[in-house]
């Protein structure tokens, strides 16, 4: 964050060259800002920013949270989700306060790759910043909001759910059609149908529920 206090200002040939100097955030007023979708974080404890001579304001806070997203799993593991990550200040009006981006969404994509330690089950595609004014009660407030967007990597479903589904059901044609006995054909059809429910079994535990429509591998 960044912001501009023309009454917190001086001269470094007055104060020894001294042209910048750590405050705790409390000192001075601070932008009081929240994330919309957050459920659940750690709030961070570097509680202090840098102020330059020329009243410009620096606070750099690293917040761990946990958001709400709404998924749309009907293509799974072959999805793409979209969350939102809106950040506002519903203390003063944006006739008073309004929130900009410094960053292009370009760089701000690029910047968050790097953070990515591991090679985790998403990847993550693209960002792009909105920035608008939410009417509420008749007051407008300054709201920016950070569109995120996954890919899921299918990798792991593929080779654990899809690849031994259609293994079953290939199964299950070739003894329906085959040239073997009635006698024979029950047992296998016994043995595949105890083979589908374990699967299905693994299947449920493995497909995400937070959805509205199931996903299209847990209705077939």
């Not at 800002?33 to 690293?62: A, C, D, K």
């Not at 910043?129 to 950070?146: A, H, L, N, P, Q």
């Not at 029950?186 to 374990?198: R, T």
Request: aromatic share 12%; proline share 7%; charged share 15%.
């Amino acid at each position: 964050q960044e912001w501009q206090n023309p009454f917190a200002t001086w001269d470094p040939r007055d104060f020894c060259n001294i042209s910048e100097i750590v405050l705790p955030m409390d000192t001075y007023w601070s932008p009081p800002v929240f994330i919309l979708e957050r459920v659940n974080g750690q709030n961070p404890e570097l509680n202090y920013m840098v102020l330059m001579h020329n009243g410009s304001f620096n606070s750099t806070r690293p917040f761990q949270v946990t958001l709400t997203c709404s998924l749309i799993i009907l293509k799974f593991p072959f999805d793409t989700q979209t969350c939102n990550l809106s950040i506002a200040s519903f203390l003063y009006p944006v006739t008073d306060f309004v929130m900009k981006t410094r960053r292009t969404p370009a760089e701000m994509m690029k910047d968050s790759q790097s953070f990515f330690l591991t090679d985790g089950e998403w990847k993550f595609t693209n960002l792009s910043i909105i920035e608008y004014t939410e009417i509420m009660d008749d007051k407008g407030f300054s709201v920016v909001t950070y569109v995120i967007s996954m890919e899921r990597r299918p990798t792991l479903y593929v080779l654990n759910l899809i690849l031994p589904t259609c293994a079953l059901y290939l199964l299950d044609m070739a003894v329906l059609f085959g040239p073997s006995s009635l006698e024979e054909k029950i047992n296998f059809q016994i043995a595949i149908i105890l083979g589908s429910s374990m699967l299905a079994v693994i299947l449920n535990n493995s497909l995400p529920t937070s959805s509205n429509k199931p996903p299209i591998i847990g209705t077939h």
